[in-house]
């Protein structure tokens, strides 16, 4: 049996991250009878998802550090590695990867497989030099979510391309819910216009959907905008919903643990990020049938085919955002149509039963190559 350990900072304390949910969700499809699961949090977890890794039989290992700079909990670690003689080592974002590659020096037996989730570098020269000297020349391979990720991980950081494989991301299928119940239980009176945007943290611009609300209901009055997303709420958010009167059209519902049901009510669902990787957000979005609108950033335009599966915009822009959200507003054949496409496409490329059966493919490759050498 193949000893695999999962390597992830923490689950967070409710439903999780995209990163968290698609690590959780991989190593808990796993077949038990070739993989003697286990995952490590180094940092406190709780919530939904972090139940989910105890229902799901997978054996969970905790080093509950408090900070960056509490490593002798690392130790521990080190020793777990060696008990238990495991054979891969799988990180998480750059946190995990950075120790997972550190680990590497001191336990020799296992391989190390090191998962960008979205390409790290973003101006930070820390990392780009992290990535390139250290992660890259220990990691065995470096898994890239996107063609984009895996060409900055080539050009800019210049890592061996060699070592790259590209696992795009894949969500589990979800049965779709009654919209009538779910508006009802939301307080939407019927018909009333619903936009839909997963994340809250700055780079995903949640302030440039909430402007681009505001220029819709020169159209849309009653349109509505619900924010799904458990992080802090960037600073001056409120303000800006008050200052543009949006206090009764914009909801910001938290961290939530039934998103497929609240998309399925959805109308129109937005993601006007900076910057992505493969967003699970906009994965979400195809597999419930949503028509979307999303900025035309990282791996984004390979997801959607602009006009097929849904409307892509440029970054920072929140007239072009408010125009393509408006005219799918009043249109709901074209609605119908981008939802559907999406929905095909969600489930032919972007499955989990896909991302699992890539991520065995690869561990069976590094585990033959090193009985062969």
């Not at 992830?8 to 993989?35: C, H, K, M, Q």
């Not at 220029?215 to 800006?240: K, M, N, S, T, Y």
Request: glycine share 8%; with cysteine; net charge positive.
């Amino acid at each position: 049996m193949v000893k695999l350990l999962y390597l992830l900072d923490t689950t967070g304390t409710g439903a999780g991250g995209g990163a968290e949910r698609l690590a959780v969700n991989v190593l808990g499809s796993l077949d038990e009878s070739v993989y003697d699961r286990h995952i490590c949090f180094t940092r406190p977890s709780r919530g939904a998802l972090y139940d989910q890794v105890r229902r799901s039989g997978v054996k969970v290992f905790h080093l509950d550090r408090r900070s960056r700079y509490d490593v002798l909990p690392w130790l521990r670690l080190v020793r777990f590695i060696r008990r238990e003689g495991i054979d891969i080592i799988h990180s998480h974002k750059h946190g995990s990867n950075f120790w997972g590659a550190v680990l590497s020096f001191f336990v020799r037996r296992p391989v190390l497989v090191a998962h960008e989730h979205s390409w790290s570098y973003s101006g930070n020269r820390v990392r780009l030099l992290t990535d390139r000297f250290l992660i890259g020349r220990r990691a065995a391979r470096m898994i890239a979510v996107s063609d984009a990720d895996r060409e900055a991980m080539v050009e800019v950081e210049r890592i061996d391309p060699g070592k790259i494989v590209l696992i795009p991301n894949g969500i589990p299928d979800e049965s779709p819910e009654d919209v009538d119940r779910v508006r009802g239980e939301l307080g939407l009176p019927a018909g009333t216009p619903l936009v839909t945007c997963i994340g809250v943290r700055a780079v995903k611009r949640l302030d440039l959907v909430v402007r681009a609300l505001a220029l819709v209901r020169e159209e849309q009055p009653e349109a509505r905008l619900v924010a799904i997303g458990g992080h802090r709420v960037p600073d001056g958010l409120r303000e800006l919903v008050a200052e543009l009167g949006l206090e009764e059209r914009v909801h910001l519902v938290g961290e939530r643990h039934d998103i497929a049901r609240l998309l399925a009510a959805t109308d129109v669902a937005v993601l006007a990020s900076d910057r992505e990787g493969m967003p699970l957000s906009i994965l979400e979005y195809m597999a419930a049938g949503c028509a979307i609108v999303a900025t035309r950033v990282g791996g984004i335009p390979a997801m959607l085919r602009d006009g097929v599966d849904g409307v892509l915009v440029a970054p920072g822009d929140e007239h072009e955002l408010a125009n393509a959200v408006a005219s799918l507003l009043r249109d709901p054949q074209r609605r119908r149509e981008l939802g559907a496409s999406a929905r095909r496409r969600q489930s032919e490329l972007y499955s989990l039963a896909a991302v699992v059966r890539r991520t065995d493919d690869l561990y069976r490759e590094l585990l033959e190559g090193r009985r062969a050498s």
